[in-house]
């Protein structure tokens, strides 16, 4: 293969326009989830401004890009998915057909092992090493919202009827409700954060926006506009007043849902719901083909999704002492971690655990 790695700050245009192009007839040519925004490059040329060691290896087949490699890269050699722990798609981005060996393109990135926890399908050199995949659900609007909405009916009418009723019951109690979908203003971007952090805290999550560089990427990729990338802030508003909303990014096709949350005064009326289901709506009038989730179960997930896709993590490694060194510290953790979220008898207590943990951390704030 002919590799060339790049800093974020030396790809060319014409590279990124090819990035680009691929990315727009993925749809088409039957590899939709090389479509993802996080696939893009306006997301790992953002992380590059804030994260060390982002690299792009190109490469060309008869002088022209067949395939992007995104990825970061510690001075040891440990490769990591660009934005590791908050990208919600990761993998090669290439042409129809492509093929290439996994080995020969680490050795040219200089890398030991290249980690993954989002892996798409369709990355066959990639998914030997993967150590379990996981479903993320979809939201398809490809059809229409009122399709969606009759599927929705027809798969889960308690849910349905419930949220609409609640919805109105808003309305009616909270003043009248307007969505914006595109919302431009940085004043409700920081308030989305706001609650973020705050549900972080309350659940006994870590707190993502405690971490500067993430606050800084989000704020970078709700300023970012090109075509046909854009990061998305969609607020739902009663009387006046803002109370549920969401923060993601979109393709051409896609719109993949990465920060939701709400005023807690309002959960009764369940508005992160309301607003999902907006969201549906005016993504189909904008041609997007299916809101992606994100990997991890959720009971608002399960009553919001038509299907499900297949996202795996692992590693794929060289025979290098680095790289056995780097998963033998690694691996424990995530086998763990996944064996509690995989059964309820052991997921349940665990997060009651951390809830109560957040009650009185709150408490003490």
Known sequence: MDISVYRPGELSAADRAAWTSLQSKAHLQGSPELANPFLSPEFALAVGRYRRGVRIAVVR???EPAAFFPYQRS?????RAVGLGISDAQGLVHRPGFTWDAQELLRACGLALWE???LVEGQEPFATGATGSFPSPVMDVDQGYDAYLAHLRAHAPKFTRTTLAKERKL??????????????????????MGWKSAQYRRTGRSDRFAHAWITQLVEHLFHTRSEPFAGILSVLY?????????????????LACWFPAYDPAFSKYSPGLVLHLRMAEAAAADGI??????RGQKEYKDSLRTREISVSEGWVTRRHPVALGHRARRAPVRALRNTVQSRPELFEPADRMLKRMGQLRSRNE
């Open 289 to 294: 083909a299916y809101l992606d989730l994100g």
């Open 238 to 254: 009663a009387g006046g007043k803002p109370i549920a909303a969401h923060f993601g990014l979109r393709s051409e096709r896609v």
């Open 171 to 192: 309305g009616r109690d909270a003043g009248e409700l307007r969505y914006v979908h595109d919302e431009r203003d940085p004043v409700a971007l920081r308030t989305l």
């Open 61 to 63: 087949e008869g002088g």
């Open 116 to 118: 993954f926890d989002h």
């Open 75 to 79: 001075v040891t050699g440990v490769g």
